[in-house]
């Protein structure tokens, strides 16, 4: 099972990046899927997730209204819309891959990850 996670960069704040997660290796739209971020001596901290049908989706509330999980099931690929980005959504993105169809917000639940995507917001 691999995980790539891409489209972070450099953005001023209040503008937009749209992150992917393209997963091979196991059957994509059979589990959920999770973003999660991470900054250097910081826990890891969810942010969005969605069930494998995309039917269920949980957001952490600081994202909430202005970020958007979603994902293609035909494509294996999963998406993060980020808009209204703010300075303090500077960070590591991660997509994981969970073993079960049940949207979860705990990291324990994803045995698979990808290898992060780096968000800069400036001021």
């Known amino acids: 099972v691999q995980l790539q996670a891409s489209g972070g960069g450099l953005v001023q704040a209040g503008g937009c990046l749209r992150l992917?997660?393209?997963?091979?290796?196991?059957?994509?739209?059979?589990?959920?899927i999770g973003w999660f971020r991470q900054a250097p001596g910081n826990e890891r901290e969810f942010v969005a997730t969605?069930?494998?049908?995309?039917?269920?989706?949980h957001y952490q509330h600081s994202v909430q209204g202005r970020f958007t999980i979603s994902r293609d099931n035909a494509k294996n690929t999963a998406y993060l819309q980020m808009n209204s980005l703010k300075p303090e959504d500077t960070t590591v993105y991660y997509c994981?891959?969970?073993?079960?169809?049940?949207?979860?917000?705990?990291?324990?639940?994803?045995?698979?990850w990808g290898q992060g995507t780096l968000v800069t917001v400036s001021s």
């Open positions: 994981a891959s969970s073993a079960t169809t049940s949207a979860s917000t705990r990291s324990s639940t994803y045995p698979y």
């Open positions: 992917s997660c393209a997963v091979t290796g196991f059957g994509f739209d059979a589990y959920a």
């Open positions: 969605i069930d494998w049908a995309g039917g269920r989706i």
